[in-house]
């Protein structure tokens, strides 16, 4: 309501009521860091922990270099798209 609002004060009526294009947002992680995701989630993790938690996940990804910062939630997302069951 509020983004269509701000449409119709910015472009009138027909600008407002358009249905806009949705662009798909740029993807975080590309195919070799989602396979490294995938594969660490996988693994037996660090620290005598007996499962992966998400900001473990993330903290990893930071600390080998394989990105150079991601939050806990991109990872919950990344890996629920690949339809792993996971935490």
Known sequence: ???TREEFLIGGLE???KDGENLPKPRK???K???FLIAT???NPLGGRVLWTMRSLAEHLVKVGVI???SD???HQT???MKLNYG
Do not use: V, W
Request: include cysteine; aromatic fraction near 4%.
């Open 15 to 17: 600008f407002g009521l």
């Open 1 to 3: 309501m509020e983004r």
């Open 41 to 43: 989630a996988c693994s």
């Open 79 to 81: 890996l629920k798209k």
């Open 33 to 35: 860091q989602e396979a």
């Open 68 to 70: 150079d910062r991601i």
């Open 29 to 31: 992680l590309d195919e």
């Open 73 to 75: 939630e991109t990872i």
